[in-house]
């Protein structure tokens, strides 16, 4: 089984600074997906980045961008120029490699990033 | 293109009483996952559903879930009898469900329950 773990349950930044959100994984899987997913309050579930396991890169989606060390088991996300609209819940995840139509996602906790003005 | 609907969004109900909820996917897509996020807590799988089989039921109590997708479109999740620690914001997520790549899941807003 797969655990996905968010040590930070709360962060705050300043409005425009840069902001840094941490996520561990425990798997024996070798081929898998990893996600951030955003959940502001009130509102619906939605797709920040994804990452693919057998890629060294690191995915980048404008402001959002991570660290993945897969050694480490480590997924890390960076939000810069951080704005009000950042301010929910972000949820990491994790996929299983696919070999059919479709795979549950493992969440962790949660962290409650709030940006100020 | 329509998001996935779920309904009610607020549902309050007594302990020992019955509750369903009601998903519509998106149009076209195969599989649909039903999550029950406990306040505080990421969301949890309770059953995966592909056209109108059942992919994944492991983690739902079938002592007091059920939930169906006959036609393999709309998909109800049903709670009898209620318990006060099902009180969560139960998601409704689905995709594509094409095989041998990545399908990105879609959530609904999710329907708040609070069991008194």
């Known amino acids: 089984a797969q655990t996905v773990t968010q040590s930070q349950p709360e962060m705050s930044v300043q409005e425009a600074e840069t902001v840094t959100l941490s996520c561990t994984y425990d798997?024996?899987?070798?081929?898998?997906?990893l996600f951030w997913y955003k959940q502001p309050p009130s509102r619906q579930m939605i797709l920040v980045i994804r990452?693919?396991?057998?890629?060294?890169q690191n995915a980048t989606e404008n402001r959002f961008s991570v660290n993945f060390q897969k050694a480490a088991k480590s997924f890390s996300l960076k939000i810069s120029d951080s704005q009000l609209g950042d301010t929910a819940m972000y949820f990491c995840?994790?996929?299983?490699?696919?070999?059919?139509?479709?795979?549950?996602?493992?969440f962790g906790g949660g962290t409650r990033l709030m940006v100020k003005p | 293109e329509a998001g996935v609907a779920q309904s009610p969004r607020y549902k309050i109900i007594e302990k020992r009483q019955s509750v369903a909820f009601w998903c519509n996917p998106i149009?076209?897509?195969?599989?649909l996952y039903w999550y029950q996020q406990i306040l505080g807590q990421g969301p949890k799988l309770l059953i995966q559903?592909?056209?109108?089989?059942?992919?994944?039921d492991s983690q739902l109590p079938k002592d007091r879930f059920s939930a169906e997708r006959l036609k393999g479109v709309d998909s109800t999740l049903k709670i009898q009898p209620a318990k006060l620690e099902d009180s969560a914001v139960y998601l409704c997520?689905?995709?594509?469900?094409?095989?041998?790549?990545?399908?990105?899941?879609?959530f609904g807003p999710g329907t708040r329950l609070t069991v008194l």
């Open positions: 997520a689905s995709s594509l469900g094409l095989a041998g790549g990545y399908n990105e899941q879609f």
């Open positions: 798997t024996s899987e070798n081929n898998y997906y």
């Open positions: 990452q693919e396991a057998y890629k060294q």
């Open positions: 995840a994790f996929m299983k490699g696919l070999n059919n139509a479709g795979n549950m996602l493992t």
């Open positions: 149009s076209g897509h195969a599989t």
């Open positions: 559903f592909q056209n109108n089989g059942v992919v994944d």
